[in-house]
């Protein structure tokens, strides 16, 4: 079970830092990521970590705003967010994939967790 928190209402330019614990599995095991969807839009691509922590992926758009990491011991993957943007307004959603990195097609999911960038 993936359970997502840290989202919120945040000014143009502010921070957040996501937070998705995983529970029932051994999370070394996993390669996870960070989604999102805006209103009316497909799900998109975040950011992705492998299992070592040492291979990250950004989607152009978060590039050198966003950082994801890991914490083994805590079971836990982060999504620190700075310079947000109203674009950036979306449901974000943690995922997790025991093979392949972390994709829309992986089989773990979190629930979600609404962040709203004002202008």
């Known amino acids: 079970q993936l359970q997502a928190s840290g989202g919120g209402l945040v000014q143009t330019g502010g921070s957040l830092r996501l937070s998705c614990v995983l529970s029932?599995?051994?999370?070394?095991?996993?390669?996870m990521g960070w989604f999102r969807q805006a209103p009316g839009k497909e799900r998109e691509f975040v950011a992705t970590?492998?299992?070592?922590?040492?291979?990250?992926n950004y989607t152009d758009s978060v590039k050198g705003r966003f950082t994801i990491s890991r914490d083994d011991a805590k079971n836990t993957v982060y999504l620190q967010m700075s310079s947000l943007k109203p674009e950036d307004t979306a449901v974000y959603y943690c995922?997790?994939?025991?093979?392949?990195?972390?994709?829309?097609?992986?089989?773990?999911w979190g629930q979600g967790t609404q962040v709203t960038v004002s202008s």
């Open positions: 970590i492998n299992k070592s922590g040492v291979r990250k």
């Open positions: 029932g599995r051994p999370f070394i095991m996993f390669n």
């Open positions: 995922a997790a994939d025991p093979v392949r990195y972390a994709s829309t097609s992986s089989s773990y």
